[in-house]
């Protein structure tokens, strides 16, 4: 089964929410926090836009992939933060 992981920065702190795509997760149902990951039970990706694609792009041609945006909303000092974007890492099976 894919599992994909997200390091939390060290700025962020209990209690966050995160989202996927602008969509809100629940812990326990759509990811664990182990430490300071937090491991989904599917596989998310960033899509990383070649100049090839850019270029076809420009020209109104759209070649469209998965791309995932995993986005935590936490308080710092008492004032909303939003990190946005977060490193999507794979989980590589142990063997």
Excluded at 12 to 35: A, C, L, N, T, W
Excluded at 46 to 53: A, E, F, I, L, P
Excluded at 66 to 90: F, K, T
Aim: without cysteine; glycine residues 10%.
């Amino acid at each position: 089964m894919p599992r994909s992981i997200v390091r939390l920065p060290p700025q962020i702190q209990e209690p966050f929410e995160v989202f996927i795509s602008g969509v809100p997760q629940k812990p326990g149902r759509d990811y664990v926090q182990e430490g300071r990951e937090l491991v989904f039970d599917r596989d998310l990706r960033k899509d990383k836009v070649s100049g090839w694609r850019w270029f076809l792009g420009a020209w109104g041609v759209g070649t469209y992939r998965q791309n995932d945006s995993v986005d935590i909303r936490y308080a710092l000092g008492g004032r909303p933060m939003v990190a946005e974007g977060l490193d999507i890492v794979p989980d590589e099976p142990s063997t």
